[in-house]
């Protein structure tokens, strides 16, 4: 779809999902250049990179907007995020799905603005070779059928004046665009609160070592401080509320466990080439030092309440959800489905874990209070338990039945 097709089409108003950068002031003002009236939504995810993200209202009115406002989604990123920890889904490689889980999120915030507005067609800034243009995609239709998409990277007259970020430099330069100073940053970020990607620019050169991205929520490892720190998270039923003995809401909790783990340099510079749902491969460079703490503290817990069944379904529900979230199917059947599935094993996640956190590493160090643990001492190399080391010459004969046939009828042949 191009921007003439909307306007023969009785077209007048479009809403926009916009981060303030580049690409949403130079989409927003050329498109209020070609006629049509553009209302932008910014929503609140607790961006780490912006000092007040009300000053993105005021810049995008300077673009051209009608109307521009700031919309919360904290609370709904903080929910969405636990959730994405309970199933441990790490897309390859180890990334949280940070941004991931951010997009259907952002979507879910602003409809209820097009309702109110009436705004029958939506925008992004997403460009035609990445993944969130397919999740913006996939959220919208699923929660907003009738609502149309509009895509400026993918409107051919558009990406024909603007092939690259120096001509919207120079398009916003001599339109009096008031785009946010970004210097000459070497990559690009995406920041909420769950975490930060960095991609693109230089990044784009896997010759290069990643270690010029400057951290924005701690440290490189080896700048972190040398001593170690203790960290406490309690878990009800699996929910964090908990840190250090200090009780928390979910958005605070997030926020302080990336403030504790950053400082030690966890969770920082996490290293991907992962395939994109598009069908390339990109290279990210991923922050979440929170999630790090927490997800791993959470896998911790795991470990003591989840029996040999339990596991395998369990990780086979994280990967299915991990895939879920990266390719955008954040609201469909199947994610609903796996996260219903896992709702008896987070029933059961209550506990106490404290861990190490030290020059980028997660340490155990205890769990106590964990009422629904399966770990005993019938494992104990001590004469304790209720585990008869004379039982196991049955269970060991019954497993040497089908060994030896294969050892006899078998094994030989594919040597």
Known sequence: MNWRELKEGGVTALGGMVSGGLDSCTATHWLREKGLDVYCFTVDLGQPDEDNINSIADRMIGSGATDAIVVDGQESLAQAGLKVIQAQARYEGGYWNTTGIARPVTIGAVLPEFDRRNIEVLFHGATGRGNDQVRFQIASNMLAPDLKIYA???????????????????????????????????????????????EAGDLENVEIAPFFVEPGMGVWSWDAQDQPETATIRWESGIPVALNDTDLNTVELFKEAN??????????????????????????????????????????LLQLILDRRARELHDHLSKVLASQIYEGYWFDLATTSALAALEPITSLATGTITVQLHKGNILFDSATEVPHSLYTDDASMESVGSYDHEDAEGF????????????????LKLD
């Open 152 to 198: 400026p990277w993918r409107d051919p007259e558009f990406v024909s004046e603007f092939p690259g970020r120096q001509q919207m430099l120079d398009y916003c330069g001599s339109n009096g665009v008031p785009i946010k100073p970004s210097g000459e940053s070497r990559y690009s970020t995406d920041a909420n609160f769950l975490g930060l990607t960095h």
């Open 259 to 300: 403030r504790v783990a950053g400082r030690h340099g966890v969770g920082i510079g996490t290293h991907v080439i992962e395939n994109r749902f598009v069908g390339v491969k990109s290279r990210g460079i991923y922050e979440a030092p929170g999630m790090e703490l927490l997800g791993t503290s959470y896998e911790y």
């Open 396 to 411: 060991v004969k019954v497993l040497g039945v089908s060994s030896k046939n294969f050892g006899v009828r078998q094994r």
